[in-house]
């Protein structure tokens, strides 16, 4: 089923406004939804809204709050975002940061005592509208197997990389483990087969059924007494193929996270504080040669990529494509939504007296 | 066969003296690879010597030649390695990093017209020593299949993030792709076969013999018609295992290095110009927390990570965790030399006049 993004947009600036998010904050946080849903990332769409919704209701989330200055110098930012929606706190932080590097070329900014913050691209992105390099990272709850690990300890730690390119810019964007946990969300939903080795068991065993693994990172998430298994980092299930590099990867982006920012480690969220940590770095290209020769020559570059020798029947994409073509298409065709975040929408929409859209109706 | 560190330094050292590098410059190069070989790192030590002398010869590699600043802000460099190694500009552009960045918190660098520079963590762990978080990045030969490829584009594009913590620093240090072709290498000098998924062929079919594979990656990697297949990116064969994830990380070191540097790329040092480039960044805890506290709070991370559940016959290792325990044990034991590199040892030894130490003459 589908509904135009306007649709959606409006319907979540409506409930955004009754759970008492200013206008602008609303604003924002309805346009990362409909922006990830437009891309074709459900997981980081509409299909989060129930659970923005808990949070406010369990107070682990304050809407009316805004993000305070923390610590500031001529290239960085300490920032603390008062536990409201990390994205009131990420887009306040890169707004702020495109400005320095503007005059210094370079700066970077950690945020403590955030929240879920949507797709780290979002915010990569709005560097990349500026001409410049970004980098967005959070850390999450706790979901992912170190290698050799029995037990879950790292979040799922997402990484946004944007470089300027045409005809889109160059962007890198998801979890550092092999998926999301809102992947997994998403083929559950629909009751769906796991395709890869994402996730294991308490004995490292890969599971399948995505329910299954759905059931069981619930509680890892969100419960004291953890039981085994989690997501695997990239490189899979064996040392041998170098998951040890997955882990390295997901540790990089918790030391730029919970620790830089002394905030809970993915490990402690499951309970009690339910605190995530960002970094966010801009990058001027212009300190090393000219920003139009440099996207012409990115450019050209992930063009002869595109056309490399491939195996039959497969595409070379590269970062970004995916995502840019859907929001293309999406555009025309509306965003799509499942039965159950349907379900979960009427029900949020009854309880702040916002109608869901007539579309969804029939 | 082993010999002890300063015996493999000293032969190293009149080496590359007889080669016309400045004593200054010649130690720089033995320390890097006596390092690499005392952390275990053998891929990216004495091995390399065969290798470098071959790029003496053929005049891809400049002894005598100086780097020289291109340009230079508050907060970075491009560096022009002109044609020597790339650990002496390596090393001449880490050492202002952590000036600058002493000053203004962050600093980054881009190198080239550069050459192999030994293992990345070399340079990051010198910001490390300084107190502050190191990255250090470059691109290489082409050897890497992108995501659905059946044709090498990408370098292996080696990644270092040092991060102070007790009693050694975090260093991950390695290919961005499944492995570096020195591990292959080396795999192959012992007769060796693969053990996991590393490579391919003009298929995308894996390969497990490791002369194969090296007799195939040195075709990739220097000749003008490219055979097919390569090194697999992190997350191995599969798309479905987020193969997809790895290709995009090892783009953003491209992006980082031969594109920012408006040197090659990794996919055309194959023939002609062979010149590589390099990244840095420093960046200074400070600006965030008590470095202290900063690095007590890392150092309580990774003893719980350490003693995480895990597979019977494992252990959970902290990048660096490994390297570290080589180092301490080489010390004493000395480092390994295995029969092929002596040999080559004895071929340049002779050429340059240099005796090779008596302990391998036995």
Redesign the interface.
């Known amino acids: 089923m589908r509904i135009s993004a306007e649709t959606e947009r409006q319907f979540l600036e409506a409930v955004f406004k009754a759970q008492r998010f200013s206008a602008k904050d609303g604003a924002l946080l309805a346009d990362t939804l409909v922006d990830a849903d437009l891309r074709g990332i459900s997981s980081h769409g509409i299909q989060r809204l129930a659970w923005y919704t808990r949070m406010i209701k369990d107070h682990t989330l304050e809407p009316t709050n805004q993000p305070k200055i923390l ?1 500031e ?4 930012l ?1 920032i603390d975002a008062n536990q409201s929606m990390g994205q009131i706190a990420s887009a306040f932080t890169m707004n702020k940061l495109i400005e320095k590097t503007k005059q ?5 900014a ?1 945020i403590r005592n955030s929240n879920h913050f949507g797709t780290a691209g979002y915010y990569s992105r709005m560097a990349c509208k500026a001409g410049l ?1 970004g980098i967005s990272t959070t850390n999450t709850r706790p979901l992912v197997v ?6 879950a ?1 790292l979040g799922s730690n997402a990484l946004a ?1 944007t ?1 300027p390119a045409d005809p889109h810019p ?1 962007v ?1 964007d ?1 979890a ?1 483990a ?2 999301s946990s809102g992947k997994i969300q998403v083929l559950a939903k629909k009751g769906a087969q796991i ?4 996730a294991v068991d308490e ?2 065993q890969v599971l399948h059924d995505a329910q299954t693994v759905e059931d069981n990172l619930a509680k890892i998430a969100f419960s004291e007494n953890r039981p ?1 298994g989690g997501v695997l980092t ?3 299930q ?5 998951n ?6 997901s ?2 982006i ?2 730029l996270t919970g ?4 905030g809970s ?1 993915s ?1 402690d969220t499951n309970t009690g504080k339910h605190d995530f940590s960002q970094f966010f770095m801009t ?1 001027n ?1 212009a ?3 000219d920003p139009e ?2 996207k012409a ?2 450019t050209t ?1 992930f063009d ?2 595109r056309h ?4 039959p029947g ?6 970004g494509d995916r995502e840019y073509r859907h929001y293309d298409e999406n555009l025309v065709q509306g965003v799509s939504i499942d039965p159950q975040t349907l379900t979960e929408m009427q029900q949020v929409g009854a309880e702040f007296g916002v109608a869901v859209p007539a579309a969804l109706k029939a």
């Open positions: 610590n110098t001529p290239t960085s300490l210094l070329g370079v700066s970077l950690v390099i170190p290698t050799n690990a029995t037990e300890f990389f470089f160059f890198f998801g550092t092999v998926v395709p890869g080795d994402w004995h490292r085994g990239l490189g899979g064996q040392e041998v193929n170098s040890y590099k997955g882990f390295g990867n540790l990089i918790e030391l620790i830089l920012a002394q480690l490990a990058i290209p300190l090393f040669g020769v440099l020559n990115v570059m002869r990529i490399l020798k491939h195996l497969t595409k070379i994409m590269i970062p």
